[in-house]
């Protein structure tokens, strides 16, 4: 069995190879690719935010105790 389909890696039929794509079609994928990359910031800027929320409110209310 080979090691591609054994660990059910994908058929190169299957990949997109940068080289056969035409200028939208990447211009499409790199814009796509840097809109998330900008969400994720904001997910994770108000993870943070959230987290440091709590706790701070988890102190105070362990103080108020």
Known sequence: MKFSERYGYTKPSTVLIREEMTEEIINVVCTG??????????VKS??????TDALRNQSKNHALS
């Not at 690719?33 to 904001?42: A, F, G, I, N, S």
């Not at 108000?46 to 987290?51: D, H, K, N, P």
């Open 33 to 42: 690719y840097d809109l998330l990359k900008e969400k994720m910031k904001t």
């Open 46 to 51: 108000l993870s943070a935010e959230f987290v």
